[in-house]
């Protein structure tokens, strides 16, 4: 050990000693300090052990569990397209629908420059494409199962989407993969696809 090591080693040990103290002088802790520092180092939350886990798990799946939507009554049903509603900005709404065959949905153009236009990935083989007129309503009567996507084409990039099931969910496992891929075309909003999706 050379010369700066030793002098070094001593101050050290010396800043330790007199930070550490002997609990009694003036460099002693005074009663409101030492429950201050037990606040901060007492433990926080809880540990649950691994046998515990079976009885915690379905509390925590009702916590994220996903509110399914149900079958809108009637055979005719609305959805404004909006700057911004409940499920934020440049959004359909209901964003998630469910219908009967031979139903028809009613887009309309609350906000401008909005339209509805069906995405040809996402709907059931055989159904008939749509693509409204911009600021412009337009109605769609559905009469093959299945789920639809569609969009707004100006906004297409910010997620403005929405999805429709028609009777059963036919092609849901078509749709949620090729949603995988499709989201990556967002710029912003990029989980409302899967979160759509989920409600079904």
């Given amino acids: 050990m050379n010369r700066f090591t030793s002098i070094l080693a001593v101050s050290m040990s010396s800043v330790l000693m007199i930070g550490c103290g002997s609990g009694e002088g003036p460099d002693a802790l005074t009663e409101n300090q030492q429950n201050l ?22 509390v925590a799946a009702m916590a994220t569990a996903v509110a399914k939507v149900a079958l809108s009554e009637g055979s005719e049903h ?22 009967s065959k031979g139903d ?3 887009f309309k153009a609350v906000d401008m420059s909005h339209n509805s236009a069906s995405i040809d990935a996402f709907m059931p083989s055989g159904a008939s494409a749509w693509a409204g007129a911009m600021n412009q309503d337009i109605s769609v009567t559905l ?19 929405g999805v429709v099931q028609v009777g059963e969910a036919v092609n ?25 999706l989920a409600q079904l």
Avoid: W
């Fill in 37 to 58: 520092v037990a606040q901060r180092i007492a433990p926080v939350g809880s540990v649950t052990k691994a046998s515990e886990l079976g009885s915690v798990a379905p």
């Fill in 78 to 99: 609305t959805v404004q397209m909006l700057n911004s509603g409940d499920g934020g900005n440049m959004i359909f709404e209901p964003a998630v629908i469910k219908v």
């Fill in 143 to 161: 009469d093959v199962e299945g789920v639809y996507v569609y969009q707004c084409d100006p906004h297409a990039m910010m997620a403005m989407i």
């Fill in 104 to 106: 028809t949905i009613h």
């Fill in 172 to 196: 849901i496992e078509e749709v949620r993969g090729a949603a995988d891929q499709y989201k990556s075309n967002f710029m912003m909003n990029a989980d409302r696809l899967t979160s759509y």
